[in-house]
């Protein structure tokens, strides 16, 4: 029995992964979305900002945001002693979403379900080998299949571009704590951020009734402060000042979850046949809030680059590489520009390893990203 052809291959149905797929169903490929479990179902990547909305209308998709709750801005104890307030209307945005975050994912598998995208849940590429018509794919449920065209949208672990042996570079070793928190306190309808001395505090109210909160530090002071023991996470959150007096802190500590929140990028963004999406293709720092809208950005800018490959052309792939590595660079540039705007910490390791250089100093070298060439 002949293995099944398709003309992409999808690994990842995250939002970068079904955009992707919604955005090819339109232009005609067949296309295959494969799904591994998640290693655990906590989730923290709870908001869409505010053109989250026109993206997905430029998929043909009309959200509705019933069980999703409104997200006005944020509000920040950064740099300075007093709040500040960014409010998405300020900018004429309107206002984005704090999402239950499995039910839109699911929204979005659904859609490209009923659209005719193959959808293989609980699965997973287990390997992938060359072929002259592209590639021979060993697909976890089904067996080979093949394929002209691999997808990773399979998150920071960029799992096909690892077997295609492509390099990732990694900035930091940020991470988040986090857990749920049974009341959202006086949150209302903002996402709250704050300093700290080994760090920064994310909270936001969920549409369930509950509160996201995480300390983003990296690992090794993590370690170090032993901040992933209940007694310790406690006593840090009980130490903020504008977090604490929001979302008061409990007793005792819901079970904390970590998870890699570190900046990084693959060292080419596509190559023949294949390319990568969404934070496959480059993790940023939670800071910016940008995992959905990046990743639909990155879906939609991928399409034509893979109708190029079908095609026999590589030079919307080209393309598609040169976005990544300028969007990356302006990206370490708002990242080094931002974190510097504190300095009450200046002195400890976390704000050392991000503030910039002084004049004339030397900077850790960041990745080259791409230089908009394929592998």
């Excluded at 021979?136 to 949208?153: N, T």
């Excluded at 639909?296 to 490959?309: C, E, F, H, K, Q």
């Excluded at 990356?328 to 704000?351: N, S």
């Amino acid at each position: 029995m002949s293995a099944k052809r398709y003309d992409v291959l999808i690994a990842g149905a995250g939002p970068a992964g079904c955009a992707v797929a919604l955005a090819l169903q339109r232009l005609g490929v067949e296309t295959l979305l494969a799904d591994r479990p998640l290693a655990q179902p906590f989730r923290i990547g709870e908001s869409a900002t505010p053109d989250v909305a026109g993206l997905l209308q430029r998929l043909d998709m009309r959200i509705d945001f019933a069980g999703h709750s409104p997200y006005h801005g944020n509000l920040a104890l950064w740099g300075s002693d007093q709040p500040q307030l960014d409010h998405f209307l300020f900018r004429g945005r309107g206002h984005g979403w704090h999402l239950d975050r499995t039910a839109f994912d699911r929204m979005l598998q659904q859609e490209a379900m009923a659209r005719g995208v193959a959808f293989l849940g609980q699965s997973g590429v287990d390997g992938v080998a060359p072929d002259e018509e592209g590639w021979k794919v060993q697909v976890r449920g089904i067996g080979e299949v093949r394929a002209r065209v691999l997808v990773d949208a399979g998150g920071r672990r960029s799992p096909l571009a690892a077997r295609l042996g492509v390099a990732r570079h990694r900035l930091d070793r940020l991470q988040a704590l986090a857990c749920h928190v049974e009341t959202t306190g006086d949150l209302s309808g903002y996402s709250l951020v704050e300093s700290s001395p080994h760090g920064w505090w994310y909270a936001t109210a969920l549409p369930d009734g509950r509160a996201l909160l995480a300390l983003m530090t990296d690992q090794d002071l993590a370690r170090e402060q032993r901040l992933d023991h209940a007694g310790n996470f406690l006593a840090a959150w009980r130490a903020t000042r504008l977090l604490a007096e929001r979302l008061p802190p409990p007793l005792q500590a819901a079970p904390l979850h970590a998870f890699a929140a570190h900046s990084g990028c693959v060292a080419r963004a596509a190559g023949p046949n294949w390319i990568c999406v969404g934070d496959a293709l480059m993790g940023l720092d939670p800071l910016t809030s940008s995992g959905i809208s990046g990743a639909l950005s990155d879906a939609l800018a991928a399409a034509p680059a893979i109708v190029g490959m079908l095609n026999g052309n590589l030079n919307a792939a080209r393309h598609y590489a040169q976005r990544a590595d300028d969007s990356f660079r302006r990206y370490l540039t708002e990242r080094r520009q931002h974190y510097g705007l504190e300095t009450r910490w200046a002195e400890l390791p976390f704000w050392q390893r991000r503030c910039p250089p002084p004049l004339g100093g030397s900077q850790h070298a960041a990745p080259r990203a791409y230089q908009g060439r394929l592998a």
